[in-house]
């Protein structure tokens, strides 16, 4: 594998196989094309999903919305473990929850595991509202994709499959930053012709 990376970073860098030249650049500089890049999409992705929030946006506040988005996707959640993947205040989290409540998009139930203990769950309205948010967003980034060659779809599908799975390795485990965005260029580049 690591033979391979030194050809495709080679290759991405107008240098040869046996890693002369592009394998004695900065790393910081060999990465700029691929941090741009992934800048350029996600600020796309944030458009996208802005314009998905704003749909709802009279019902709900971002907040609140991605309180939903945490209770839709890890299911009941006590009020301190929602603080903590929303990396908010506890009490923070109480009041928040008891807005959605009063607006009917979450209930608070006894807990199966613990009856002393409450847990936040979704109701029919509240699962509804966040389907409707992650419908509009999937809508419009199919519409963008269909604009795409079929060839430029199976790339961009790697490219973000090696980003995902980099982003969510421990740093003790990523390849050295010179032979990281090799792998990751060489998914997104164009075939030569």
């Known amino acids: 594998m690591l033979d391979f990376l ?4 080679a ?5 040869d196989a046996t890693g002369e030249g592009a394998m004695n650049e900065d790393p910081i500089q060999a990465n700029e094309p691929i941090v741009d890049a992934v800048v350029r999409a996600s600020r796309a992705l ?3 999903t802005v314009r998905a929030l704003a749909s709802v946006s009279d019902e709900v506040t971002l907040p609140q919305l991605r309180t939903l988005m945490v209770v839709s996707q890890h299911g009941a959640q006590t009020v301190s473990s929602l603080a903590d993947r929303l990396d908010v205040h506890a009490s923070t989290m109480t009041r928040m929850c008891s807005r959605l409540v009063s607006r009917g998009l979450v ?3 006894p807990s199966p595991l613990d009856r002393r203990e409450v847990v936040i ?8 509202l966040v389907d409707e948010v992650m419908d509009k967003r999937r809508r419009e980034i199919d519409d963008v994709v269909r604009h ?3 060839d430029d779809r199976d ?11 980099a982003a969510e390795s421990p740093l003790s485990a990523s390849p050295p930053a ?3 965005p090799a792998e990751l260029v060489n998914a997104v580049r164009p075939p030569s012709t």
């Open 11 to 15: 290759e991405c860098t107008d240098g």
């Open 46 to 48: 944030v458009g996208i």
């Open 178 to 180: 010179a032979e990281a």
């Open 6 to 9: 030194k050809h495709a970073v």
């Open 148 to 150: 795409m060659s079929s």
């Open 107 to 109: 209930e608070r139930r």
């Open 155 to 165: 790339r961009v599908v790697a490219a973000l499959q090696l980003f995902a799975r």
């Open 121 to 128: 769950v979704l109701t029919a309205l509240g699962q509804r």
